[in-house]
């Protein structure tokens, strides 16, 4: 049974760091396309980041480049998000997903198929 638990959220000042976790359970990260969307009350989802191991191909939206950093730990099975710099326009609840769908490139255009969540993350000004 696939699962995605992410943890890691919480509420921190402008400036300051987080780091959020996804650990995954009845799949191995290293072989798909896995991506870190965010969610504001009304807003629309938005693809923040994405990793494959196999084509070894990072993306990341304009928003959060220089700032965030995807990875992963083979070993544990966990993806991971550095955000570093955090904005109040950061705050959002934060997903990890899976894709299954095989693409040229692995980043947050295609349809991903599994969804972790969500854990929420507050920035204060």
């Known amino acids: 049974q696939v699962q995605l638990v992410e943890s890691g959220g919480g509420s921190v000042q402008a400036g300051g760091s987080l780091r959020l976790s996804c650990a995954a359970s009845?799949?191995?990260?290293?072989?798909?396309?896995m991506g870190w969307f965010r969610q504001a009350p009304g807003k629309e989802r938005e693809g923040v980041a994405a990793f494959s191991t196999g084509s070894r191909s990072t993306y990341y939206a304009d928003s959060v480049k220089g700032r965030f950093t995807i990875s992963q730990d083979n070993g544990k099975n966990t993806l991971y998000l550095q955000m570093n710099s955090l904005k109040p326009e950061d705050t959002a609840m934060y997903y990890c997903?899976?894709?299954?769908?095989?693409?040229?490139?692995?980043?947050?255009?295609?349809?991903?198929?599994?969804w972790g969540q969500g854990t929420q993350v507050t920035v204060s000004s």
């Open positions: 009845g799949f191995a990260l290293s072989s798909y396309c």
């Open positions: 997903a899976r894709r299954t769908m095989r693409g040229r490139s692995c980043d947050t255009e295609l349809p991903f198929t599994d």
